[in-house]
C-alpha cells in the first residue's frame, strides 16, 4: 500500500479501512497518530510484516487507567466489514 502525498486524508483513510478489513482478521479498525501515542507516554515500534505493522510497546496495561488512555489515543473506531 503506497501513499503519494495526493490524497486527501479522508479518502487515504477509507483506503486504509478497506486494506486492513481485506488482509487482517480485525473486528475493530481505529486511527491515532505517533504523535498522539508519544505525548500519552508510549512507546511505538515499527514490526512488519505485515506492511506498515507498528507494536506499541507499554508494559502496564494491566493498569486500568493506562488501558483507557491507550484507548482514547484512538479515534474514528470502525467495526471491521
Known amino acids: 500500500m503506497v501513499h503519494d502525498g ?3 486524508p479522508e479518502a487515504l483513510k477509507e483506503r486504509l479501512i478497506a486494506h486492513v478489513a ?3 482478521n480485525s ?3 481505529g ?3 505517533t504523535s498522539k ?3 500519552e507516554g508510549f512507546e511505538v515500534r515499527l514490526n512488519e510484516p505485515p506492511e506498515h505493522h507498528y507494536d506499541i ?3 502496564d ?3 486500568l487507567d493506562r488501558f483507557e488512555t491507550l484507548s482514547k489515543t484512538f479515534t474514528d473506531r470502525r467495526k471491521a466489514a
Request: proline letters at 5%; zero cysteines.
Open 61 to 63: 496495561l494491566e493498569d
Open 6 to 8: 495526493t490524497e486527501e
Open 22 to 24: 481485506s488482509n487482517l
Open 27 to 29: 473486528k475493530w479498525i
Open 37 to 39: 501515542l508519544g505525548a
Open 31 to 33: 486511527f491515532t497518530t
Open 57 to 59: 510497546l507499554t508494559p
